[in-house]
């Protein structure tokens, strides 16, 4: 198993894009927040900035 010099990127943005591009074209509703300088624990590194995010999205 390579250490972290022999690994690359995963492209999971454009994955999970492209998964809720095809959800949207079959009927669903999608929204994207991203939350800068925050990584995979969002809710943990900018608590304020997901919470408000999270009741604008279940508001609407």
Do not use: C, I, N
Request: glycine fraction near 8%.
């Amino acid at each position: 198993m390579p250490g972290w010099d022999g690994t690359t990127a995963q492209p999971v943005v454009a994955q999970t894009r492209h998964a809720l591009a095809r959800y949207a074209a079959h009927g669903g509703t999608v929204r994207e927040v991203a939350v800068p300088e925050a990584g995979h624990a969002v809710h943990l590194e900018k608590p304020e900035e997901f919470t408000t995010a999270l009741l604008e999205v279940l508001s609407a």
